[in-house]
């Protein structure tokens, strides 16, 4: 059996390594890859190995940016360190998960679910993957890592979206702070325009989180938001009829 290890993290791609040399003396490890971007590069011009072990959050990214940028024929055994309630989002598009630390328990479990199964399941389990991956491109929830979680953010709870020194955060109603690993211009395509808008380079906002709209200088609007915001959100001259527009759901006349 060829495997490919995607592990971000030294000791436990070694730990992992260690333990399937132990409960599965076949098993050839043809990869360790650490990244999103490494991966794609190697399954694009490897031929597939019959397993992957995928860790959730890699050193560029969630690994499920990977699967928006290439077909993975494999079944995929996931690796987190993520509590229990994060993992009920990925168990059921996966053929199994292993919880950080590994145990020798629980991987032979998952390899003994992966004998079982019949090619007609892995393929089903691969549509489940794609079909989460496209549901959150269209973006009815966010899958946000943090320290220890995943912490999954519903369009519906964001205020807007701030750009600053490359990174890029959401803020809630709630007043939480969520930093994303996609820009604005990613972001602007992907929330529902009838909900959010980009208003400068700094920020999209949603509709439901403008308090009232002040006239500034020279023909321009300065919203005010019912959260606090790092700067003033200022909309431009010759975007104020656009604003107008979406704010009030009124398109103009053909």
Same mark, same amino acid.
């Given at each position: 059996m060829k495997v490919a290890i995607i592990e971000d993290e030294t000791a436990a791609a070694v730990n992992l390594s260690a333990i399937l040399a132990k409960v599965c003396p076949e098993a $050839?490890?043809?990869?360790?890859?650490?990244?999103?971007? $490494?991966?794609?590069?190697?399954?694009?011009s490897?031929?597939?190995?019959?397993?992957?072990?995928?860790?959730?959050?890699?050193?560029?990214?969630?690994?499920?940016?990977?699967?928006?940028?290439?077909?993975?024929? @494999?079944?995929?055994i996931f690796t987190t360190a993520y509590d229990q309630y994060a993992l009920d989002a990925f168990k059921v598009n996966s053929i199994d998960y292993l919880l950080k630390p590994i145990k020798e328990s629980d991987l032979v479990r998952a390899l003994d679910k992966l004998r079982k199964l019949t090619a007609a399941d892995v393929d089903l389990y691969r549509s489940r993957i794609q079909d989460m991956v496209h549901n959150e491109e269209r973006q009815r929830v966010f899958l946000i890592p943090v320290r220890d979680k995943i912490v999954p953010l519903h369009t519906d709870q964001?205020?807007? @979206?701030?750009?600053?020194?490359?990174?890029?955060?959401?803020?809630?109603?709630?007043?939480?702070?969520?930093?994303?690993?996609?820009?604005?211009?990613?972001?602007?395509?992907?929330?529902?325009?009838?909900?959010?808008?980009?208003?400068?380079?700094?920020?999209?906002?949603?509709?439901?989180?403008?308090?009232?709209?002040?006239?500034?200088?020279g023909s321009r609007l300065s919203l005010n938001l019912c959260v606090n915001i790092p700067e003033r959100i200022i909309i431009s001259k010759d975007r104020v009829p656009e604003f107008k527009r979406w704010f009030t759901g009124v398109q103009p006349a053909d």
């Open positions: $050839e490890i043809m990869a360790t890859l650490e990244s999103v971007a $490494e991966t794609v590069e190697w399954l694009s490897h031929p597939a190995p019959d397993l992957l072990f995928m860790d959730i959050h890699l050193a560029d990214g969630e690994a499920f940016r990977i699967f928006e940028r290439i077909d993975v024929p @494999c079944p995929i964001i205020a807007y @979206c701030y750009t600053s020194n490359e990174k890029v955060t959401a803020c809630t109603f709630e007043g939480n702070h969520l930093q994303l690993d996609k820009s604005l211009d990613k972001l602007s395509k992907m929330l529902p325009s009838d909900r959010f808008f980009r208003a400068n380079r700094q920020f999209i906002i949603a509709r439901s989180a403008v308090r009232d709209i002040t006239v500034w200088f």
